[in-house]
């Protein structure tokens, strides 16, 4: 079956159908936002928006895969498809980009329709790049239509998010996601799926990369190190093929995980590593973890900005300052039992 024919996973089925009746009904907005998680298909969905507005015969709410229009677009070739995205992994869109597509945007469409633009992931952008967008969103040219993407919507400048109609995609539905799960052949859906923050496309992703087996491998030494079992410079040295945008990304997601916990305990889903590390981590208070997240998300801002910081070096700080957090709260909770 051709890509552009297939329907959005079938927990987006509600987004897509209103989505059909607003392009149906001649009252589609010139700029959508759609945002989500990641792992739950927002990026799946954006495209398919985008190809079933460029197709020339579209039948019963899906592209139709066939036409001269879908073609190019299989082939990656429609002159009225434009496609932003960072020129490297984790890094930023340029506003050289921003400028090229609106050179695009100013020009006629080669096929007689519409013109698509899609922006993934649109946080990305930098704030010269946002700011050089926001003419494009407030008067496209012709008959355009920008689809943005955007798995962080907090860090998006708010004059971006204002005009552009907002298509938010929930998490899916945890029986749903099991039984695509399991549908698709993927086993210890429970605990995969808990881990991957109920995401069914990550904990699918993971389950073929073996990625669940190593994150459960770093979790483990993040809780033995919290507990003075192993050296900061021996997690660095286990960590050192991962990317520091994605150690970032990591130990982000298990902040998450932990002030989760503080409000509804873990249950059976989660690995023996992951219930390891909530003990590890047990005295320190959901204060210092909310201010070390914070630490976190500024790294990762200076990581998408600064393609010159060294690797070792930013995933040793993050490690130092995760274990002075839990030394210095369990120095403090035993001062206190003592008391």
């Known amino acids: 079956m051709s890509k552009v024919n297939m329907p959005p996973y079938q927990w987006q089925s509600g987004a897509w159908q209103k989505f059909v009746r607003q392009v149906d009904s001649s009252m589609l907005p010139h700029a959508i936002l759609v945002s989500g998680c990641p792992g739950i298909g927002v990026e799946k969905l954006a495209a398919t928006m985008a190809h079933y507005l460029l197709c020339k015969s579209p039948m019963e709410g899906v592209a139709c895969g066939s036409c001269k229009s879908c073609q190019l677009i299989e082939a990656g070739s429609h002159p009225d498809f434009y496609d932003v995205a960072p020129e490297e992994q984790g890094k930023v869109i340029k506003v050289d980009q921003i400028r090229q597509l609106t050179d695009f945007v100013a020009k006629t469409a080669q096929q007689g329709g519409r013109k698509l633009v899609l922006v993934t992931p649109a946080e990305a952008m930098n704030i010269s790049a946002a700011n050089s967008l926001l003419k494009c969103l407030e008067e496209p040219a012709g008959d355009t239509v920008l689809i943005l993407v955007t798995l962080e919507l907090s860090r998006l400048i708010p004059t971006i998010r204002s005009r552009c109609s907002k298509l938010v995609m929930p998490l899916p539905d945890k029986s749903a996601s099991l039984e695509w799960l399991e ?60 990317a520091p945008f994605e150690v970032v990304n990591t130990l982000l997601s298990w902040l998450d995980g932990l002030l989760r916990d503080r409000v509804k305990p873990s249950i059976s ?60 709260s369990r120095r403090g909770a035993n001062s206190a039992f003592t008391r």
């Open 183 to 242: 549908e698709m052949g993927v086993g210890n859906t429970q605990q995969l799926l808990s881990e991957a923050g109920m995401a069914p496309l990550l904990a699918m992703d993971w389950w073929q990369s073996n990625y669940f087996k190593q994150r459960q491998d770093m979790c483990g030494m993040l809780a033995t190190l919290s507990e003075g079992g192993l050296s900061v410079g021996a997690v660095v040295q286990n960590w050192s093929p991962l």
């Open 269 to 328: 889903d989660n690995a023996s590593t992951w219930e390891s590390l909530i003990q590890a981590t047990k005295f320190v208070p959901a204060q210092l973890l909310y201010r070390y997240r914070d630490a976190l998300c500024q790294r990762k801002a200076q990581l998408l900005s600064n393609n010159n910081l060294n690797p070792s070096l930013v995933v040793e700080e993050l490690l130092l300052d995760w274990k002075a957090m839990v030394k210095l």
